[in-house]
């Protein structure tokens, strides 16, 4: 199916990805409206943009999810529901929820993870994860499929429990690694310019991140951190391997701190290959810096 003989109405549209999914439809000359809470909502009501829309693409903010599922479900029937919500098993948990509650209302659904944010200019190499879909027509998929695959990105198929769990990894334990290191460097007080001067290639990467991730909105974060319910095992582990290591730096325990890297090395060895990419992204920044100077 060409999504440009479809109307699509994002719920969320005038921020974050909601508002990059706006601006990426109309570049591809698919009619697109949205609503938002601010006052730059196209339409005056979530009802009248899904009464005005074929497809729905829910883009609110996590904590948001289930409350306007809920408000626009009983309007549904007909309609393509698309949800991008970082996580997936409590919102696709209570969509089900909604299914037996107004049996009625026959819909097609889709659950995606667009895996960039809202600052990207090309989807070329990026990551969208597709991880429910019920009841939608293939050509209704395909298309929405072939108009992502056509800008580059790369699209994979995990069920929604699987990418909770992966996400536990990739979001839950990333955000967790990066607010603690930053918070460390907030509190050691040291002048910041003085520390990206001395700070080696790889270490200057890390504060680029840690510079992206403070400034970006703190309850996306939160919500990812608690809504995930699989991110609190997984940060556990992370608090028990700090303490295992605090405790061999405070004992000066050398062996014991070469066993603890050499124990983690035959996981590690399959991914050999971005040693590679680690010195090419440090190359690279290495330029950038210097166009800078």
């Not at 109307?7 to 938002?36: A, D, H, M, N, P």
């Not at 090419?280 to 800078?292: A, D, M, N, T």
Request: overall charge negative; charged content about 20%.
């Amino acid at each position: 199916m060409n999504l440009q003989s479809k109307k699509i109405g994002v719920i969320g549209g005038s921020q974050g990805l909601g508002s990059w999914f706006v601006t990426y439809f109309r570049s591809r000359q698919v009619e697109v409206t949205f609503t938002s809470t601010d006052e730059y909502s196209e339409m005056a009501s979530n009802k009248e943009l899904v009464e005005y829309a074929d497809i729905i693409l829910l883009a609110v903010p996590i904590s948001s999810m289930v409350p306007v599922l809920t408000e626009i479900y009983p309007l549904l029937h007909g309609k393509v529901l698309i949800e991008i919500c970082s996580v997936k098993k409590f919102l696709i948990e209570h969509y089900e929820q909604l299914r037996q509650q107004y049996p009625a209302v026959e819909l097609g659904f889709c659950s995606i993870h667009p895996m960039f944010g809202p600052r990207i200019h090309s989807l070329t190499g990026q990551v969208v994860l597709f991880n429910h879909q019920e009841n939608l027509e293939a050509n209704t998929l395909l298309g929405l499929k072939d108009l992502l695959q056509a800008d580059g990105a790369e699209l994979y198929e995990i069920p929604y429990v699987e990418h909770d769990k992966m996400m536990g990894i990739v979001q839950g334990l990333n955000h967790f690694n990066v607010f603690v290191s930053a918070r460390t460097l907030a509190r050691f007080e040291g002048d910041f310019e003085d520390i990206k001067k001395v700070a080696s290639p790889p270490y200057r990467i890390f504060i680029v991140f840690f510079t992206r991730y403070v400034l970006q909105n703190p309850l996306l974060y939160a919500d990812i951190q608690m809504n995930n319910e699989y991110v609190f095992e997984v940060v556990r582990i992370f608090r028990d391997e700090m303490n295992r290591l605090f405790d061999i730096i405070q004992t000066r325990d050398r062996q014991g701190f070469v066993n603890y890297i050499e124990e983690m090395q035959p996981y590690f060895q399959q991914n050999e290959q971005d040693r590679e990419v680690s010195t090419h992204l440090i190359e690279q920044l290495g330029v950038y810096l210097e166009k800078l100077n």
